[in-house]
């Protein structure tokens, strides 16, 4: 695969870090996910590909430990705020002395300057100071945040596994690692560029939700059949939308102009009263093999019976039977190869990673005894 080779630590964290790592493992990185001892369960859902060691890190061994496998790796992905690491001493300036190839990528949400570096948040706080949550809502509604995806995930983890990419390239030139400061604000910012780039040609000169693609728009929203499902409507160019009109089985001559914003609210009013007359697998048949830009809203079990996605592979089962998103891009060459073995529990891997680091086994059994590390395995379901 594309990263095989590489060894990357990621210090457990929640959401962001996790998909940064899970995007490097299912490409072929080697991720250990570092996680703390005496804990119950791990939290983290994205651990696929990944194998875990549990530290102590409030004490000095542990630390120690630490230290080691980063001076023996090429990244290191840790998602405190900002002091944390080199409170610990194993900031980026300690560890790149060692280790000067070492890709230091650091996710937070306002990253490691700036008044707000050191406070809390989560991705609605970014998404509403990166000022894209201003944009997001329906007309005469609150703003509202798409789920957690926009600054997690998009801007957050998979922004920081692009920084990481570009670092190791730029390290085959230079032979030199560097530090990321990647930040979910500014992340989910640089994702949403296309609506500050196109405000300049009156994209989103109305408020809220009465734009063209915020569903302000009739041809651009949702709708609900008569089985109280739902399909996507995305006839944006003139020559869909003539497609979307025929499909419907209305005269156009009797509707007003696609563009005459004053009449979207009741040319809203026409498409949902028709979209209800037939069931979403009827819309289906009809506009399928068109260029209506009609398209039926799957659930999250249906996806994977879709013939689209089913031809493609575009998901699978996991190991527990949950249907989950295979990686993409595709690669031609070296594509992603998703690992359907079981998420790691905590410190099931910790004994055989670190004497793959080189830690003798007595070292392991010290540390062990000592409480700085622990071993577990998973149980056996009867």
């Given at each position: 695969?594309?990263l095989?080779?590489?060894?990357?630590?990621?210090?457990a964290?929640?959401a962001?870090?996790?998909?940064?790592?899970m995007i490097l493992?299912?490409?072929?990185?080697?991720v250990i996910?570092?996680?703390?001892?005496?804990?119950?369960?791990?939290?983290d859902t994205?651990?696929?590909?990944?194998?875990?060691?549990?530290?102590?890190?409030?004490s000095?061994?542990?630390?120690?430990?630490l230290?080691?496998?980063c001076?023996?790796?090429?990244?290191?992905?840790e998602?405190?705020?900002?002091?944390v690491?080199e409170?610990?001493?194993?900031?980026?300036?300690?560890?790149?002395?060692e280790?000067?190839?070492?890709?230091?990528a650091r996710?937070?949400?306002?990253?490691?300057?700036?008044?707000?570096?050191?406070?809390?948040?989560?991705?609605?706080?970014?998404?509403?100071?990166?000022?894209?949550?201003?944009?997001?809502?329906?007309?005469?509604?609150?703003?509202y945040?798409?789920?957690?995806?926009?600054?997690?995930?998009?801007?957050?983890?998979?922004?920081c596994?692009?920084?990481?990419?570009?670092?190791?390239?730029?390290?085959?030139r230079s032979?030199?690692?560097?530090?990321?400061?990647a930040t979910?604000?500014?992340?989910?910012?640089?994702?949403s560029?296309?609506?500050w780039?196109?405000?300049?040609?009156?994209?989103?000169?109305?408020?809220?939700g009465?734009?063209?693609?915020?569903s302000?728009?009739?041809?651009?929203d949702?709708?609900?059949?008569?089985?109280g499902k739902?399909?996507?409507?995305?006839?944006?160019?003139?020559?869909?939308y003539t497609q979307?009109?025929?499909?419907?089985?209305?005269d156009?001559?009797?509707?007003?102009?696609?563009?005459?914003?004053?009449?979207w609210?009741e040319?809203k009013?026409?498409?949902?009263?028709?979209?209800?007359?037939?069931?979403q697998?009827?819309?289906a048949?009809v506009?399928?093999?068109t260029?209506?830009?009609?398209?039926?809203?799957l659930?999250?079990?249906?996806?994977?019976?879709?013939?689209?996605?089913?031809e493609?592979?575009?998901?699978?089962?996991?190991?527990?039977g949950?249907v989950?998103?295979?990686?993409?891009?595709?690669?031609?060459?070296?594509?992603?190869?998703?690992?359907?073995d079981?998420?790691p529990?905590?410190?099931?891997?910790?004994?055989p990673?670190?004497?793959?680091?080189?830690?003798?086994?007595?070292?392991?059994?010290?540390?062990?005894?000592a409480g700085?590390?622990?071993?577990?395995?998973?149980r056996?379901?009867?």
């Open positions: 695969m594309a095989a080779g590489v060894r990357v630590i990621e210090l964290g929640l962001p870090v996790p998909f940064c790592g493992a299912d490409f072929g990185a080697k996910r570092v996680d703390r001892t005496k804990v119950a369960m791990a939290l994205q651990a696929r590909g990944k194998r875990s060691v549990a530290l102590n890190l409030k000095p061994e542990g630390v120690a430990v230290k080691r496998l001076v023996q790796s090429d990244v290191i992905l998602p405190f705020r900002k002091g690491m409170k610990l001493g194993l900031g980026p300036e300690e560890l790149l002395k280790n000067p190839g070492l890709i230091y996710l937070t949400g306002y990253g490691q300057s700036g008044s707000y570096a050191k406070a809390a948040g989560h991705d609605i706080n970014y998404l509403a100071m990166s000022g894209l949550l201003s944009m997001l809502g329906r007309s005469h509604d609150k703003p945040a798409p789920l957690n995806l926009v600054a997690d995930f998009a801007g957050g983890g998979l922004t596994a692009f920084g990481v990419v570009l670092a190791l390239l730029e390290r085959t032979g030199r690692g560097q530090v990321i400061d979910m604000v500014e992340g989910a910012a640089y994702v560029s296309f609506v780039k196109s405000r300049r040609i009156g994209m989103w000169n109305n408020p809220r009465e734009n063209l693609l915020d302000g728009a009739p041809f651009y949702t709708y609900q059949t008569s089985d739902y399909v996507a409507v995305g006839a944006i160019e003139p020559q869909f979307l009109i025929h499909g419907l089985g209305l156009a001559a009797k509707l007003p102009p696609q563009m005459s914003f004053t009449d609210p040319l009013k026409i498409f949902t009263k028709q979209f209800a007359t037939k069931s697998e009827e819309w048949c506009f399928d093999g260029d209506a830009c009609v398209t039926p809203v659930s999250m079990d249906e996806v994977i019976s879709h013939p689209h996605n089913q493609r592979a575009s998901f699978h089962r996991d190991a527990e949950e989950t998103p295979n990686p993409a891009p595709v690669l031609s060459r070296t594509p992603a190869n998703v690992c359907l079981r998420d529990i905590i410190g099931e891997h910790t004994r990673v670190l004497e793959e680091f080189g830690f003798k086994p007595t070292e392991v059994d010290q540390l062990l005894s700085v590390i622990e071993c577990n395995s998973a056996a379901r009867l």
